[in-house]
């Protein structure tokens, strides 16, 4: 276990085997189950870092992959890394790039030394290789690095699901190699698709380099969400216990819930913010889409139960005007509230973790917010 960050597993939900803990960081302490927004650009958007914290945010997110394009890791290595230049002084996680990569290119070839891709920017020609996605994430200066892995789409055969499976084992010790700094914690990716078998040989080859925490990738990629809980329904029992689970770009409220009574510790997703943009909230009734028409007069708060900026000086008539006039603060004051339900969601559920009557919270949460 690194010196710089530790583990402390508080409590185990007796029906479920959900878990309370507190991840210990060089940027500070980190209350276990949490969702973390994502700051892609190294800024959550539309939110400042002093809301976040008083949302209850205390770990967010930055992309390797888009910080490499644009300004360049270099740019922040000089500022001092990441904390100081977006004036975050909580922990971040960066991940490795390796997503953007497969997904953003329209041109990527993979090989044994890495990813071969061209810049959705301006199409110019890039390398990224283990070494290259941990230097880079050393420059960014993140308390949380990921490995480089190979997330194999829904839909994979087991035979290609199963090569990428290999390569990211090959990969992440590539990535322990090139590893530096004792600062920063590295966090192994259990790939394998849905096959279970190699799920479960992914995560025996990852626990020889998981330090503190370890991901889970290659889910929430368009599979239909019993197979997600299947999955983690079959790594639970098999995962550490002395150490951080996070589950990749997992983040409606469902699947927080879901995802916490399957074991799991840590979330992310940009969904909080991208609904914002759009004119959707989370609210205790389900979701609410502000822009319909339904809601032109409505003067009632989005949601009564929430104490967020948002909610208690707007209206929905109000957040209607803004979102359909494309004005930024809609946008603005929705991600706000959307990230303050589920901080607050999170928070009820560690709640009814320690009170080991989390099955009892989520009924009485699906009973009001509607799905499942």
């Not at 910080?67 to 002084?89: C, I, S, T």
Request: glycine share 10%.
């Amino acid at each position: 276990m690194s010196e710089n960050f530790s583990f402390e597993l508080q409590h185990v939900e007796k029906h479920t085997g959900a878990r309370a803990g507190v991840f210990h960081t060089p940027h500070g302490d980190v209350l276990t189950p949490v969702y973390m927004p994502v700051g892609t650009q190294a800024t959550v958007k539309g939110v400042l870092p002093r809301d976040l914290k008083e949302a209850g945010s205390s770990i967010v997110l930055s992309n390797t992959y888009h910080l490499y394009m644009r300004p360049g890791d270099e740019v922040v290595a000089k500022a001092g890394g990441l904390h100081k230049f977006m004036n975050w002084q909580g922990p971040i996680l960066t991940d490795s790039g390796g997503f953007q990569v497969f997904s953003l290119t329209k041109l990527n070839k993979i090989r044994e030394e890495g990813v071969r891709f061209n810049s959705h920017i301006d199409g110019s020609v890039h390398m990224f290789t283990p070494e290259k996605s941990v230097a880079v994430q050393e420059n960014l200066g993140a308390d949380i690095i990921m490995q480089f892995d190979q997330c194999s789409e829904y839909g994979f055969t087991h035979s290609q699901a199963e090569d990428a499976m290999a390569l990211t084992s090959r990969w992440l010790e590539r990535c322990a190699k090139a590893k530096t700094r004792s600062d920063q914690v590295l966090f192994p990716i259990v790939q394998g698709n849905m096959y279970k078998d190699l799920r479960e040989e992914s995560l025996r080859r990852a626990m020889e380099y998981a330090d503190c925490g370890i991901g889970i990738g290659g889910l929430s990629v368009g599979e239909p969400k019993p197979v997600m809980y299947e999955i983690l329904d079959f790594l639970q029992p098999k995962l550490p216990e002395n150490m951080p689970r996070y589950l990749m770009g997992v983040g409606s409220p469902d699947c927080l819930l879901e995802g916490v009574m399957r074991g799991i510790d840590m979330f992310d997703c940009v969904l909080a913010t991208r609904i914002a943009r759009n004119g959707t909230a989370f609210t205790s009734k389900g979701k609410v889409v502000v822009r319909n028409g339904a809601y032109k007069e409505d003067l009632s708060p989005l949601d009564e139960k929430c104490g967020c900026y948002c909610c208690k000086n707007y209206t929905k008539a109000y957040l209607r005007h803004l979102i359909n006039v494309d004005e930024m603060l809609g946008a603005m004051l929705l991600s706000l509230h959307n990230i303050t339900f589920l901080h607050g969601l999170m928070r009820g559920v560690r709640e009814a973790i320690f009170a080991d009557c989390l099955p009892d919270f989520a009924r009485a949460f699906y009973a009001e917010y509607g799905e499942k």
